[in-house]
């Protein structure tokens, strides 16, 4: 009956991804999805704030890019 509810014909056939929790605790300590979200407690949080960090140092390396450091402007000024 486990197996036909989501759509397989054997229970042999299920797989990770079919695995959701109905409470939050669950989600967390069996790290799966809670049931109708793509949401793991703990997990999802981390890659959102690797991602993050990705982001925060791609735009640092950028804006170091398009800025001159301002002692670097005063002797480009003073040569002139």
Do not use: F, W
């Not at 036909?4 to 967390?28: F, M, Q, W, Y």
């Not at 990705?54 to 002797?75: F, R, S, W």
Request: with cysteine; hydrophobic share 40%; proline share 5%.
């Amino acid at each position: 009956m486990l197996a036909r509810a989501c759509g397989k014909t054997n229970i042999h056939s299920l797989e990770p991804e079919d695995l959701c929790a109905l409470t939050t605790e669950a989600a967390a300590m069996a790290k799966v999805p809670l049931a109708g979200t793509n949401y793991i407690p703990g997990v999802t949080e981390d890659r959102m704030l690797s991602r993050l960090d990705e982001l925060v140092a791609h735009q640092a390396q950028q804006d170091a890019l398009q800025h001159v450091a301002p002692g670097e402007a005063h002797l480009e000024t003073a040569g002139e």
